[in-house]
């Protein structure tokens, strides 16, 4: 069974999910996402691990860190923090993009607090190409009171399974494949506007963190998972031409989503046995939501559209019921309205 919490570590919250019983297995998420994207992996991994899905600090119901952050040292110092309130004892890690480095860091800072490390769509960019990205791949997402920040939403989640990196349209950079549906695309659009204008901070950081040398530099057990299906795999590939010590190594997934998740579900389950079963820790308690932000609610919401249009419309007519809320309220109140 699944249960919600948060740990108060420096006055600040950190949120997680937890699920199932055994040794401790952490799992940490994509940026702007937040944990929920990892509960299937989560779901399928409970019988052999107690789970703790986090969401990363300043991302999902995870308050922001005191002080912005300047590298993933940051976070990993305030996640050592939660871990050992939480009475985690060398937890399995496993992470995704922004989380696969998260990870790495963490397994660098920590390498007697972790006991096997797996990472999901980690690549390797080269300075210049990573300071081209940077230029353009994050653009100012704050919330504006006339809607306007909303079609850019738009235009990089509709982009980012269109392109890799999703700001450079050039064919080289196409990758080919079939549009998620608007629905899919809508749930990732309100991650991002979830995230709000701080959604580039762990996202930034991921991408200046994202080389051979940290991976080569690990000393604890890893596997470098690599999928065919994977919007990043020519850089993923740019990764594993380079030369790792024997306890870190790749394993190859073809086929579909499907086939990718049990194959992640079974080899993360087969590294499970001899590690210590996880004690739930007194520190931690049970999340209580906050109360919902008043509004005079919409009685039926425009159809989501593959140009984005239901937002702009969504957002209209919020103003139109609620004229004296400011943009980051009525930020709040269209995620609630797709929620």
């Not at 600090?57 to 940051?74: F, I, M, Q, R």
Request: aromatic share 12%; proline share 6%.
């Amino acid at each position: 069974m699944k249960t919600s919490h948060y740990i108060l570590v420096d006055s600040k919250k950190l949120y997680f999910h937890m699920l199932g019983n055994g040794p401790a297995l952490v799992l940490f998420h994509p940026s702007p996402h937040t944990s929920e994207i990892l509960l299937p992996l989560a779901e399928k991994l409970c019988d052999h691990y107690t789970v703790f899905a986090i969401d990363t600090p300043g991302y999902g119901k995870s308050e922001h860190l005191s002080v912005a952050p300047n590298t993933l040292k940051d976070y990993t110092s305030f996640l050592n923090k939660c871990f050992k309130a939480m009475d985690i004892k060398k937890p399995s890690i496993y992470g995704s993009a922004t989380g696969a480095q998260l990870a790495i860091r963490y397994a660098l800072e920590y390498p007697e607090d972790v006991s096997n490390l797996f990472i999901d769509n980690s690549a390797h960019f080269d300075d210049n190409f990573c300071n081209s990205i940077l230029e353009r791949y994050f653009p100012d997402l704050n919330p504006q009171k006339d809607g306007s920040h909303l079609p850019q939403v738009w235009r990089m989640v509709s982009q980012m399974f269109q392109y890799f990196p999703w700001c450079f349209t050039e064919e080289k950079y196409a990758l080919h494949r079939p549009q998620l549906p608007a629905s899919i695309l809508n749930v990732i659009a309100m991650d991002f506007l979830r995230a709000g204008g701080n959604y580039h901070i762990a996202y930034r950081l991921a991408f200046k963190h994202e080389r051979a040398k940290y991976v080569q530099a690990l000393k604890v057990p890893t596997t470098i998972f690599r999928w065919n299906g994977s919007i990043i795999k020519d850089y993923i590939d740019d990764l594993l031409v380079f030369d790792f010590p024997s306890h870190i190594k790749p394993l190859f997934i073809n086929g579909g989503p499907d086939e990718r998740m049990q194959v992640l579900t079974d080899y993360i389950a087969g590294e499970a046995t001899s590690h210590e079963t996880y004690k739930v820790s007194k520190e931690i308690e049970h999340f209580k939501a906050s109360a919902p932000i008043s509004y005079n609610k919409i009685e039926a919401l425009p159809d989501i559209a593959s140009d984005g249009m239901h937002l702009i419309k969504t957002w209209e007519l919020l103003i139109a019921r609620n004229p004296n809320l400011d943009a980051e309220a009525l930020q709040s109140c269209l995620i609630d309205c797709y929620s």
